[in-house]
């Protein structure tokens, strides 16, 4: 793919894609990861004497304008972060963009309105294509963790005006090589989270390719369910027993090992500071549930890690967001970014809960990358082809 060592963009109107679907309450940005990641390529084309026009979504507005999903408090969250006005046109096509952008010179920033406000750009529909398309003279996506998504503005610009990755869509390739095309092994995943239904096709896939899957989380329970063991009040997800002995078998037969849990730390409630105590997953009571991995089983994890040289990391192990059940997340996540540190792991880990989750361990910083993308992580950890990516390279 090209990238934007190969663009010319100085006095050119160059369409953005960037990814600005943040977490937002009140009106106001509380993550500002995602914004951080896009201001490398923004400022590189804008001090280039590009004209930057920014496309982006914002929630699920199926179509229709919707003002809670608006883009405009994020205008002044960028131009705070840019150091530098940033412009807003309240539609993405018509007159308003079109005269936002007539207006534009070289190095300016404008953002357009949620793209999601049109079904055009879901349904990916040749007019609106178009009307995007006439607005810019180039287009860089800089927004993997759309990507999945063969929309207008994240598939269907690259096929009507010269197109390239940002900086920060780049990394993420390059990680991601590294992380599971090309990696150095052995190899070990870690996957956590809630339920194993959102990431059958994940574990699938990882156990054909992975020297060792470690189990945590909620989705952890249906697999030791699915073996027999009891786990009280747990989360599980009961009717996915076969699927999960078939996720073992295939690992068994891929020569995956699979690393589940061995103890637990379980309480009654599920609140901050809730009494909890640490089982053996063999004594889990039935009035109890799991709420985080148990520190034999973090020791288990820590020992994978040790012999790894490459990690992949979605999930977090326990229910993290709640005190103290955050303990065997935080403590696999500081051993991997020590390991990281010393240059003996590399360590790429994405999807969801997982950066909130790195962050709170203080770990982040330390990791090789760490993706910001959600659903996109998890498609490109499933191996599957990732249309907005795809399309760059053809
Ligand atoms: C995300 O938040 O994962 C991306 O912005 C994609 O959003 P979507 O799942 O609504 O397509």
Same mark, same amino acid.
């Given at each position: 793919f090209k990238t934007l060592d190969d663009?010319?963009?100085?006095g050119k109107r160059v369409l953005l894609r960037v990814d600005l679907n943040v977490p937002m309450k009140d009106g106001a940005v509380t993550d500002r990861t995602r914004i951080e990641r896009v201001l490398p390529t923004i400022r590189e084309i804008s001090e280039k004497g590009g004209r930057v026009i920014l496309l982006a979504h914002f929630g699920r507005p199926k179509g229709k304008p919707n003002p809670e999903m608006s883009l405009e408090p994020i205008a002044p969250v960028l131009s705070e972060m840019l150091g530098r006005p940033v412009g807003f046109a309240d539609d993405c096509t018509g007159p308003v963009a079109a005269g936002i952008v007539a207006a534009l010179t070289d190095g300016d920033v404008v953002l357009l309105e949620n793209?999601?406000? =049109?079904?055009?750009e879901e349904a990916n529909d040749a007019e609106f294509v178009d009307a995007l398309a006439s607005l810019g003279d180039v287009y860089v996506n800089d927004a993997f963790s759309a990507a999945h998504r063969a929309h207008a503005s994240t598939e269907g610009l690259a096929h009507h005006l010269p197109s390239y990755a940002g900086r920060t869509m780049q990394a993420e390739l390059e990680a991601l090589e590294k992380g599971l095309g090309n990696p150095e092994r052995p190899v070990v995943a870690v996957v956590g989270g809630a339920k194993v239904s959102s990431k059958i096709d994940l574990l699938q896939n990882l156990v054909a390719r992975v020297d060792a899957l470690v189990i945590g989380g909620g989705m952890a329970n249906t697999f030791l369910a699915a073996d027999g063991i009891s786990v009280g009040k747990?989360?599980?997800? =009961?009717?996915l027993a076969e699927t999960a002995r078939a996720i073992v078998e295939a690992a068994k037969a891929a020569g995956c090992e699979i690393v589940l849990p061995v103890d637990a730390v379980v309480a009654r409630?599920?609140?901050?500071?809730?009494a909890s105590e640490t089982v053996d997953v063999g004594a889990v009571p039935q009035d109890a549930m799991i709420l985080d991995t148990g520190p034999k089983s973090v020791e288990a994890v820590n020992a994978w890690l040790d012999r790894a040289k490459t990690l992949v990391w979605n999930g977090p192990l326990g229910a993290f967001e709640i005190e103290p059940f955050d303990r065997a997340t935080v403590a696999a996540a500081r051993h991997a970014a020590e390991l990281t540190r010393a240059g003996k792991l590399v360590s790429v880990a994405g999807g969801g809960d997982t950066v909130a989750a790195l962050n709170q361990a203080g770990a982040a910083a330390d990791f090789s990358y760490v993706s910001t993308a959600g659903g996109a992580f998890l498609e490109w950890m499933e191996g599957k082809a990732l249309p907005g990516v795809e399309v760059l390279k053809a």
């Open positions: 663009a010319d963009v100085t793209t999601r406000f =049109h079904a055009g747990s989360l599980c997800e =009961h009717d409630e599920f609140k901050a500071g809730a």
